[in-house]
């Protein structure tokens, strides 16, 4: 059971990363934090949970972590349901957002939430898991971060919603 | 999210979208939605926004693994291996320090030119920044998780800075160095007579690293640095100390960094 085991989700971690962190520079900066946590804590990792629900766990720890230290103004409860979703700015916004900005705006902590269970497609007590909060933490926070993304892409208000599939339009 | 009650609610909604509803359940949602349109409206939306986020998750090339990723990895891989060599390292260290100074120039002191690369480019940073009043260091000690973080990040290798203070000497912070084929770190020390020392930091790949890992001196104009090579990094320490003293604040250097398993 060798750290090397570790090397080949590396190429997952980085893709996932970009979503989570927002841009390919930092992406890589939380990858390579990950992977020194990884191998600093190698001797607690027992072979029974998946390797890579753990490395999502430490990835996840470290990114709000240090998103929490960045924003120590609104301190935890800007992390998660409390925090209102940043879309209101936006609300006059005449241009529809793109998905990427909208899941950019999310708080991180809802971020992380729609990413581990619509993208890594963990299951909601796996994705309650990785980031060790209750279940209902989860869906409260999935159910947060699709209504805020489905609102900040919503047309200004007065002018009638689009069709659902235009969401995907690129 | 199945509740033992008939009532659908969001819980229900999300779990049909994300395909974890429990099969049972499923007419139930399928009926509820056709009574309420709106929310069959809401929920194509999540769907909508699922399969978009997937996309863009399919669309991101991270590309090949960078190499500093790698030797995260590479370094603490052969943990069994490395450990005999730290051990016999540290009985290298000890019996150099029993021979009390006198052996490290007679032994190596005149072979300067024949230090390697990174030996001397750590006596010649050292002359550089060591007379350093105002800015000494670019980063101060009072920031020394952010120090290390950005020193490790630049050199591709965990970096680590050793506590001398038992020694005499704090921490002043450190500086970033050019170097090849990675740049280089330079930690400086003070003492209470304002003495410096640095501890100079180099990175190799596997492979690329200068041959031989015995501890060796080399003196400089400036004074004495006291060099070796451990598992990919050249360290080097340099101070215009005594040399029993320079050599003891080394061992307790390589004690820290290398610690015995």
Known sequence: MGVEQILPHVPALRRYARLLAGDAARADDLVQDTLERACAKWAQWRPGPALRAWLMTLMHNLYLNQVRDRRHDDGAAGLDETAEPSHEPLARAPEMMDLERAVARLPPALRAVLLLVGVEEYTYAEAAGILDVPVGTVMSRLHRARESVRAMMEPAAGEPPRPPLELVRK | ?261
């Open chain 2, 1 to 261: 999210m199945t509740q033992a009650t008939p009532a659908v609610g969001d819980g229900d909604l999300h779990a049909f979208v994300d395909g974890q509803l429990d099969p049972e359940r499923v007419p139930a949602v399928l009926a509820h939605l056709r009574a309420h349109p709106a929310q069959a409206v809401r929920m194509a939306e999540w769907q909508a926004q699922r399969a978009a986020l997937r996309a863009w998750h399919r669309r991101e090339d991270p590309g090949p693994t960078p190499a500093a990723m790698a030797a995260v990895v590479a370094r603490a891989r052969p943990a069994a291996r490395r450990s005999w060599a730290r051990a016999a390292a540290a009985v290298l260290l000890l019996a150099a320090g029993a021979a009390a100074g006198r052996y490290w120039p007679q032994q190596d002191g005149p072979r300067a030119a024949g230090a390697p690369e990174f030996a001397r480019a750590a006596a010649l940073a050292h002359a550089v920044y060591v007379p350093e009043i105002r800015h000494p260091v670019e980063v101060a000690a009072g920031q020394q998780d952010h120090l290390l973080q950005w020193l490790s990040r630049r050199l591709g290798r965990p970096l680590h800075a050793p506590v001398l203070e038992d020694r005499g000497f704090r921490l002043l912070g450190g500086r970033l160095l050019p170097g090849a084929p990675a740049p280089r770190a330079q930690f400086m020390y003070e003492d209470g007579r304002g003495r410096r020392a640095t501890l100079y930091v180099a990175v190799f790949p596997p492979g690329a690293a200068p041959g031989g890992t015995a501890f060796r001196t080399l003196r400089t104009g400036d004074g004495v640095s006291f060099y070796w090579m451990e598992d990919g990094y050249g360290y080097a320490l340099s101070a215009d100390l005594p040399e029993s003293e320079l050599q003891a604040l080394a061992r307790e250097a390589y004690a820290q960094l290398y610690p015995a398993p």
